[in-house]
């Protein structure tokens, strides 16, 4: 590289490639973002026009695929692609490509310096500065962060989609948030929507990682519901769960947050899922609780990753003491579409129900899509564990204890 002045960083380039090649569903956001001339490599830019070109055939960005187009343009370069295929991909893809626009931009600079000294000697010195000051800013990267207007007649109209709405509706391919008390019941409430979904729609599959619990526990509360709450008869249900320890997502150094690249590779779990539940969030966050700075840069990996991917998130949250509000940073919040808190059903003097044990309260705390008009409520009773004779001699502690403890 140049000693005084980088203006180029080919690792960052192959990593780029070869996370398009790695996860080619992330191309048309990153494609918005990038083009040919960020790539200082001259096969490095083949390679990623070849990408353009498959994208516009409708094929699929992958070796065979780049191999055959490359081939066909006369560009291919066996070494350059295998330093690119062994590149390590990347987990946040942003920053990087933030980074090879300065690098362009610097090359954009450098190379119009020496036109400014041609133009100080043309007969017209001014108009001849003014003309390169146009080409400087037509050249010049535009920051990502900037919004991207399109005309509104050129948009396509979609309605928000849900899931169980005859129960407690979830917007699609978005991130919600499940908040009560400790010991009301969340992961049972969880099991039952990941139930649900499968019942209902028989060829996806639900991927439940509750790591506060052992799966062997999780999967005798999954039996208990589809015998006891939802009758059920439906054959091979797929739904997975794990109690693996969750790795932290946010890796924070003084005032900067980056991702830790295990999220890479996390999507790559989450790939053959079309429902994910995350038990608690807290376990993956990784950053300070009460930032709202981190709070919103670890939900935006997860919102940009359900749009882009069509996969519907929900994460179990802690709340606040003696709440069912969600703890923390308000940007948690905030950023989720949807937010449910669970609670116990009181009576008219706040003491618990004991009639409705089984039963849990189901409170809309925030509704960004309208989910309420589904619910017709902002508060519903819905029944999460197996129903139980409350007119038995137990005592009202031995009877909640037998079935109900836990979350």
């Not at 090649?21 to 200082?40: G, M, V």
């Not at 539940?277 to 009460?290: T, Y």
Request: with cysteine.
């Amino acid at each position: 590289m140049n000693d005084e002045l980088e203006i180029y960083n080919i690792p960052f380039e192959r990593s780029i490639l070869s996370s398009i090649i790695f996860n080619p569903s992330d191309f048309t956001y990153i494609s918005n973002q990038l083009s040919r001339d960020h790539f200082y490599l001259v096969a490095h830019q083949n390679i990623y026009t070849a990408m353009i070109n498959l994208t516009a055939m409708d094929k699929p960005i992958d070796e065979e695929f780049l191999r055959s187009e490359l081939n066909r343009i006369g560009q291919f370069d066996e070494r350059i692609m295998v330093e690119v295929l062994t590149a390590n991909p990347i987990a946040n893809i942003t920053p990087y490509i933030q980074e090879l626009a300065k690098y362009k931009d610097r090359r954009t600079l450098l190379g119009l310096s020496t036109q400014f000294k041609k133009a100080a000697q043309a007969e017209d010195p001014i108009n001849a500065a003014k003309e390169l000051i146009v080409a400087l800013e037509e050249g010049m990267s535009i920051d990502r962060r900037l919004p991207h207007p399109t005309n509104h007649e050129e948009i396509e109209e979609k309605e928000v989609e849900f899931i169980l709405k005859d129960w407690l509706p979830i917007p699609r391919n978005t991130v919600s948030l499940v908040t009560a008390p400790g010991g009301s019941g969340k992961t049972w409430t969880v099991l039952q929507i990941a139930a649900r979904f499968c019942i209902q729609n028989k060829s996806s599959k639900a991927f439940l990682w509750l790591s506060e619990d052992p799966k062997s526990l999780s999967k005798s509360r999954l039996n208990k519901i589809l015998s006891g709450v939802l009758d059920n008869s439906v054959p091979n249900l797929k739904i997975d769960i794990a109690d693996d320890a969750t790795p932290h997502l946010l890796n924070i150094i003084g005032n900067k947050v980056t991702t830790d690249p295990i999220w890479h590779d996390m999507k790559k779990v989450f790939d053959p899922y079309d429902l994910i539940i995350l038990d608690p969030l807290i376990a993956f966050f990784g950053g300070d609780e009460n930032n709202n700075g981190h709070a919103r840069f670890f939900m935006q990996l997860f919102t940009e990753y359900a749009g882009k991917n069509e996969k519907t998130i929900i994460f179990i949250h802690h709340s606040t003491k003696g709440t069912a509000g969600s703890r923390g940073a308000g940007a948690i919040v905030d950023a989720a579409r949807l937010h449910y808190e669970v609670d116990r059903i009181r009576n008219k003097e706040k003491e618990i129900d004991e009639s409705k044990l089984h039963m849990r309260l189901v409170r809309l705390a925030k509704d960004n899509y309208n989910a309420g008009a589904i619910l017709k409520s902002s508060e519903v009773e819905r029944q999460i564990f197996p129903n139980q004779d409350n007119s038995t001699t137990l005592g009202r502690s031995e009877r909640f204890n037998s079935v109900f403890i836990g979350d």
